[in-house]
Each structure stands twice: as C-alpha cells, then as structure tokens.
C-alpha cells in the first residue's frame, strides 16, 4: 500500500501554510530602490570637490599675499629699476629734446621690454593720484598692474615709459608661454596627479565598505536576519559595521522572541478555552444549581488562567522589547524581605514557610526596584509552593559587597543539566506539564531579567533540604543603622 501518513500530511500542510505566509509576507514589502555604489562616480566626486576646494583657498591665498606684498613689491622693483632708468635718461639727455623719439626708438631694441615717451598730462587717468604724487615729485610711478614704469624727463613735459616689465605683455613674446605659467601649469598637474592616486588608494577602501553595508542592510530588509557586515577595511566604517552587527542580532532576537511568544501563547490559550468551550456546553444542558455553580467556577478559574498569561506575556514582552528604567529606592531589606513573603505565604497552603535573616548586618539598608525585585521574589516563591512537599526556606546574606538570597524546598530538585535552561523563556520540565504544577515558563525567565536590571543575576543548584535552590545576587548599597533615616 502506497501513500502518505496521516501525520506527513499535517506535516505537509504545515509548511506549506509557512512557505505561503513567507511569500505574503515578502510580496508585501516595498521594492528596494536604487542600486550599487558607482566607484567612478564616488571617486569624481571628492577628486572635484577636493581639488577644487584645494584649488581655491591656494588662489585665494595667493592673492591675499599678493595684494599684501604689492608696497614691498613696488618698492624693491623701483630699486632694481633705478639704475637702468637713469642710464637711459642720460642718453636722452646727450641729445636734443626734438631727437628724443628717434634715440628712444634706437634703444627700445636694444631692450627685451618696451621703451616710449609720452605727455604727462595723457597720465592723470593712467596712475592713481599716489603716484601720479610720486611721478611729479620726480620718483618712479607705476601703474596700478606693476608691469609699467614711469619717470619724469627734468622739468620737461615728456615722460618716460619703462615696460610692460612681464613677459606675456609684450606683443614680441606672445608665441611663447611665460615661464611663470608653464611652472604653475607643472606644478598643479603634479599635484593633480599625486592628490588623484592618494584618494583613489583612500576612496577604494571605502567604496568597498559602503557597498558591503549597503548589501547587509538590503539583505536584512529582505528578511534576512542571519545577515551580518563582514570586518570594515577602513577605520571611518568600522564603528558603522559595528553598530549594523549589533543592531542586526537585536532584531534577529527580538524577531525570535517575537515568534516563540506568539506560538507559546497560541499554544496556551488552547486548554483554557477548550475548557471553557467545553463549561458552557455542559451548562446549557444542566439545571441543577450545584453543577451549574461548579461549571461557573471552573470558568472563572480559566479567566484567571487567560488573564495571568496575558500578563506574565506582556511583562516578559517588555523585558525583551527594551530594559526598563529602574527606579530604585532605599528599604531596610530584613524588613522587606519578611513583607515580600508574608504576602504570599497563603499561597503556600499547608507548607512551612521560613524567613532566615540572622547572616545580615543590623539594620541593612539595600537599594532595589520596589516593583520589579517583588515580581522576581514572588515568582519563586511561586514555583517552591509548586513542587515543596513540606518546607520552605528563605534566607538572605551578604557576600562582600553582595547580597545573596536563596529560596529553598524539600521537593523534588532540578537535574543539573536542565538548572540553566529553565531560565530560558516558555521552558518547562516534563514533569510539570500537569495543570497541577504547570506553568507557562516565563515566571523564571523574567526573574533573571529583574537581576541582570539590578546588575545581578538568578540561578539555580541543589537545596540542602532536597530539593531546588534558587539564588538571587546583585550588588548591594549598605549603610549602618545611623544612616537609615536618610
């Protein structure tokens, strides 16, 4: 006979459904827009930005230095200049003042800049008043670009013309570019080169590190939390890749979390609505009061139950989500230890219940979360009234600057290999899966994550009665007894 059971078919169906609600769900999600890092582009980019930035503040300095020299500059070329005008002046002066045009035009070529005579009076819109001043006073003016000089001929009306002085003024040489740009041409394309191949050894780096966490960050908006961000290559991303990891493990967690509380709860809601389903069918076919008030009470109790797993959930489920702010607040700890078990020793029915405090310092003032360290006591003492068939102790010490707690029962213990695994989230032992002793397995899970707000911790070996011990420890802040009033 050929076929599938009927367990490989449920089996089937299961996936099946799963495999659909994956696809919905990545159906669902928007398309991602854009595409790789274009390693030319982004190099373009800061090679322009760059180079231009270093470009402009080297021209701007330039000119400030320029501009703050020109006095310097003029004074220096007037020197350098003196002895040549004067020479040129006395051989103007050993001729006639009506051959003076001839003579300057014989010894313009003999010079590789420009020599001339004109007017003093074409000069007032020429030179500034300054050295229009100087020019009168019988100095050397020059003109406003520094490439022109100028000298007064005696008390004649003529002027000499010394220049332009630059190379690329003078009509002669302008097929030749001027060594001054030809040098500054060399030079920024010596810069241009280096600037270019350093940043390229830098951007490439860094390229690589943005296109690996673009990639990480897409996997995990694609639904893949086992995504991570390999080791940066450049020191800048390495912080970013470090975060992105961490980030990615939190949401993997909470994703984790997220799933085992909703098939948990699914799971738990089952029995007691069974129950109650089960409650109201029994009592539509019954008049009978006693059975009837029975069925009633059955139904309350299954409210309780719903009630007490939606909120150990939710409490765990804000655990998880994010650490509460503590609020912490000074108490004398014998004292409120005492209160903490009193309040639920009615809980423990028949059991003796005992409170051990003699190993505390006199008047011991701890810090706790007045509202969560209760929850965490509570739920211990819960799960002792659980399996203790007789006795149960509590007490406290101090161990250094730690205070230790320890909840012991006579019943039937915890194997050694499950005493770190029933602090994991909606784990139970086999043996408390009856409704008498069952538990949703959250009670411990959330006990650890008061202690670890305390900076403590939660664990759990074997009692001396017998049974289990579980211990709390955390550091505590203690003060003597004349300090308890503040």
Known sequence: MTGTEPGDGKENNREASQGLVRSLFRVSLPRWRGGRYSLSKLFFNFYLLAMGSFVAIAFTADFVISTAQRGITDDYARRFMRGTITLIEDELYRTPRSAWPKKIQELDEKFAYRLGIVERITLDRTLTPAQVAKLDAGDIAIDHDGDIMYRRLGTSSKVLVVGPLAANRNPELAERLPLELRLRLLTWS??????GIALWFWVRPVWRDLETLRQTARDLGDGDFEARSPAARSQLFAPLSDTMNSMAERVQQLIATHRELSSAISHELRTPIARMRFALEMLAGTDE??????????????????????????TYARFERETPEPHFSSVPFAEWLTDEVDAVRLLGRDLTITVDTEKLPENLIVDVDRKAMPYALRNLLRNAFKYARKQIIVSAEMQEDRIVVHVDDDGIGIPPEDREHIFSAFTRLDRSRD?????????LAITRRVLELHGGNASAEAAPLGGARFTLTWRATSNPCHKASQ
Do not use: K, N, P
Not at 435 to 443: E, M, V
């Open 289 to 314: 009061r006693v059975e009837r008030e029975r069925l009633w009470a059955m139904m309350e109790a299954d409210l309780d139950e719903l009630d007490h797993l939606v909120d150990t959930s939710l």
């Open 435 to 443: 409704r008498a002793t069952g538990g949703y397995g959250l009670g």
């Open 190 to 195: 010596l810069i241009g080169v280096i600037f």
